[in-house]
């Protein structure tokens, strides 16, 4: 896959701004950004996932355990929503 670079960045869109700092999660890469911080002027929908890794198997993995994470989030809320069914049907009786 090939990425064109833009000129301005995450910034080129009117209406967004950017900033990035390095905070450590990085070990020993004291003089690249770690973590951004993307505002938008307007109220607007986001979602971003970033991973990268040395190697494909890392890369995989990542995908992996972000999957789920996300099942687990899912299968909770309906184990939440089964319970909340169940005990209402308990009391009505």
Known sequence: MQYKEVAGGICAP???AAAGVHCGIRANHSEK?????????VRCAAA???IVAKRPEGM???IVLAIMV?????????ASFLMILFLSNMFKA
């Not at 996300?70 to 309906?78: Q, T």
């Open 14 to 16: 009117k209406g967004f």
């Open 33 to 41: 950004y770690d973590l951004a911080l993307i505002k938008a002027d």
């Open 48 to 50: 971003g996932v970033s």
């Open 60 to 62: 995989a993995q990542g």
């Open 70 to 78: 996300e099942f687990y989030a899912i299968l909770c809320l309906l």
